[in-house]
């Protein structure tokens, strides 16, 4: 009763909020929930504000909301595959500018997690803040070897208030999905849930250090990244000490060319920085906007970019990284057909896709972009056009791939402000190029499958059972799936092309394990090699009797 009456209130604020802001208009053909309905009646709009775009009147709205609903609209900036463009743009502004909770809560919340007095910890320790967000403050301290730092502190309470908040819009999203007409591109339950998932990996900070410990791995000894050092022995999951760090913003050009940097090269780097991350390295910082990030200007002619803030990285699966990569390089070669191709064949579009459809609509998006002079065209643009669209197809991503995407933006946006006449298309392309000529290079194939081969060997001994099953089942037309609709001929010649890419992909896969075993060994008996011949030829005998007989139904 109690938990329905603090739901009842909350809504009842909400919709005070959206009346003053005059955002109930956005939903004046939807049913809305009664206390926002009826609120209507008593609160008249706000006047002063009524000239302004409904993106700002949005964004001004969940600012007085507060802080759960500021960091929602940053994240539901980044899904600009779901909404307006002016929206999206005014909710890229929404800024953490939360009041700080006290230092000495902070100290409290510190000794409890360490187990420690502060004084035992830090050789000093300022209560003041650097900064204070929505989940967590920044406080200065110095150890007592006399290095300089910084500790994160999460928010006192801000759990129970984030799953209060969350149940709250959940439950409004589950609504609005009763009311809104089907077929919606948006689904609100899903963006609330991806919302969840979001803001609960970054009230972890042992993750967020995780996250910041492996970015500076994988730039060791660079010149183009630097990430601070995380002091692992003092970190927990509500409190994260790591290096501090100094530096220039980088939103801040004036003050950049005041000390002379040599701002075509940190344009260049900025680019090269995201494509090695995303392409090499498979993991990328996901937050790269210019509060993040600063400039090490010791050096005014070889700059080095500074990072902070690891709460949101993404990596891709194994399939969606081979097949953005083959996007890029068939965007940047103009090859629309293989873009098309691509799409249906990663199964982000139905296979049913009609290839010279899909050609044609990306077409439409390329050209006019490589029309323009090369210091205008921007990459992450193409990428965002490219999916609005694939949505005529039915276009289904995974989080990860907008948030590369929306990442790739924020990027050329940066790289654009400190160079304008940079061409995007020029650096990124062999950057790109270079990287995936050195992963897929015979020395990286060849540890990759020495990395690999243990876990083939296990699985050997059931490899001659799963074939067997195969064929039986090829055989006897338990592979096929029978149908007496109109396009039975398309759709059975569908399923036979994919058979033969089973076929293909079956010999292929174990043609080629002897090999990765001979280069893993680093020896070639001939006792391997024969039975690598017999084996080939006794599957290759079995894969033309299955290809028969899928020709013969």
């Known amino acids: 009763m109690r938990h329905s009456l603090r739901q009842f209130l909350r809504i009842w604020h909400i919709g005070v909020i959206l009346k003053r802001y005059r955002l109930d208009n956005l939903f004046s053909t939807t049913r809305l929930p009664g206390p926002i309905r009826w609120v209507g009646v008593f609160i008249p709009s706000g006047k002063e504000i009524s000239g302004l775009p409904r993106g700002e009147r949005l964004r001004l709205a969940l600012q007085e909301l507060g802080p759960v609903y500021v960091k929602f609209g940053q994240i539901l900036s980044t899904r600009r595959d779901l909404l307006p463009p002016d929206i999206a743009d005014e909710l890229a502004l929404l800024q953490d500018q939360v009041p700080p909770f006290p230092g000495e809560q902070a100290r409290e919340i510190i000794e409890k997690a360490?187990?420690?007095?502060?004084?035992?910890?830090?050789?000093?320790?300022?209560?003041?803040?650097?900064?204070?967000?929505?989940?967590?403050?920044?406080?200065?301290?110095?150890l007592h070897d006399g290095r300089e730092a910084v500790v994160k502190v999460v928010r006192p309470g801000i759990g129970k208030q984030l799953r209060k908040d969350i149940d709250l819009l959940k439950s409004l999203a589950r609504l609005a999905e009763k009311v809104m007409q089907g077929g919606a591109r948006i689904q609100p339950l899903e963006v609330v849930r991806e919302f969840e998932t979001v803001v609960f990996d970054e009230l972890d900070m042992q993750r967020e250090a995780a996250n910041a410990s492996m970015l500076r791995r994988n730039f060791e000894g660079s010149r183009d990244l630097y990430i601070p050092e995380v002091y692992w022995q003092w970190c927990r999951h509500r409190v994260m000490v790591m290096e501090r760090v100094s530096g220039l913003p980088v939103g801040d050009v004036e003050n950049l060319r005041k000390h002379g940097v040599n701002l075509k090269k940190l344009a260049r780097r900025g680019v090269r920085v995201f494509y090695t991350q995303v392409f090499r390295d498979n993991l990328f910082h996901a937050d790269l906007h210019p509060g993040n990030i600063l400039v090490d200007a010791s050096n005014p002619d070889d700059p080095t970019y500074i990072a902070m803030d690891f709460g949101i990285v993404a990596s891709l699966s194994t399939e969606d990284l081979y097949y953005i990569a083959e996007n890029f390089k068939a965007l940047f070669n103009q090859?629309?057909?293989?873009?098309?191709?691509?799409?249906?064949?990663?199964?982000?579009?139905?296979?049913?896709?009609?290839?010279?459809?899909?050609?044609?609509?990306?077409?439409?998006?390329?050209?006019?972009?490589?029309?323009?002079?090369?210091?205008?065209?921007?990459?992450?643009?193409?990428?965002?056009?490219?999916?609005?669209?694939?949505?005529r197809f039915q276009l289904t991503l995974q989080p990860q791939l907008l948030m590369l995407q929306k990442t790739l933006l924020n990027v050329e946006g940066l790289a654009r402000q400190l160079d304008p006449e940079l061409d995007i298309w020029g650096v990124?392309?062999?950057?790109?190029?270079?990287?995936?000529?050195?992963?897929?290079?015979?020395?990286?194939?060849?540890?990759?499958l020495r990395?690999?081969?243990?876990?083939?060997?296990?699985?050997?001994?059931?490899?001659?059972?799963?074939?067997?099953?195969?064929?039986?089942?090829?055989?006897?037309?338990?592979?096929?799936?029978?149908?007496?609709?109109?396009?039975?001929?398309?759709?059975?010649?569908?399923?036979?092309?994919?058979?033969?890419?089973?076929?293909?992909?079956?010999?292929?896969?174990?043609?080629?394990?002897?090999?990765?075993?001979?280069?893993?060994?680093?020896?070639?008996?001939?006792?391997?090699?024969?039975?690598?011949?017999?084996?080939?030829?006794?599957?290759?005998?079995?894969?033309?009797?299955?290809?028969?007989?899928?020709?013969?139904?």
């Open 335 to 391: 090859d629309y057909r293989r873009v098309a191709a691509l799409h249906i064949d990663a199964g982000w579009v139905p296979a049913t896709t009609r290839l010279e459809e899909l050609e044609s609509a990306v077409r439409s998006v390329g050209e006019p972009n490589f029309t323009r002079p090369l210091n205008e065209v921007s990459f992450g643009k193409v990428l965002f056009d490219l999916f609005q669209v694939a949505h």
């Open 451 to 553: 990395d690999r081969l243990p876990g083939w060997l296990a699985q050997a001994p059931e490899i001659p059972g799963l074939v067997h099953d195969f064929l039986v089942k090829a055989n006897s037309g338990q592979l096929l799936t029978r149908t007496t609709s109109e396009d039975t001929a398309r759709r059975f010649e569908e399923q036979l092309a994919s058979r033969r890419k089973m076929v293909r992909a079956l010999a292929g896969g174990s043609l080629s394990i002897p090999g990765a075993i001979l280069m893993a060994l680093e020896t070639g008996p001939w006792l391997i090699w024969g039975y690598s011949a017999v084996g080939a030829i006794l599957l290759a005998l079995g894969c033309w009797q299955i290809i028969k007989a899928l020709r013969q139904r």
């Open 428 to 448: 990124a392309k062999p950057e790109l190029e270079n990287i995936l000529r050195t992963r897929h290079n015979l020395e990286s194939v060849s540890q990759e």
């Open 114 to 142: 360490l187990g420690q007095p502060v004084g035992e910890i830090f050789a000093t320790f300022d209560t003041n803040p650097l900064a204070s967000a929505s989940i967590a403050q920044v406080h200065p301290a110095t």
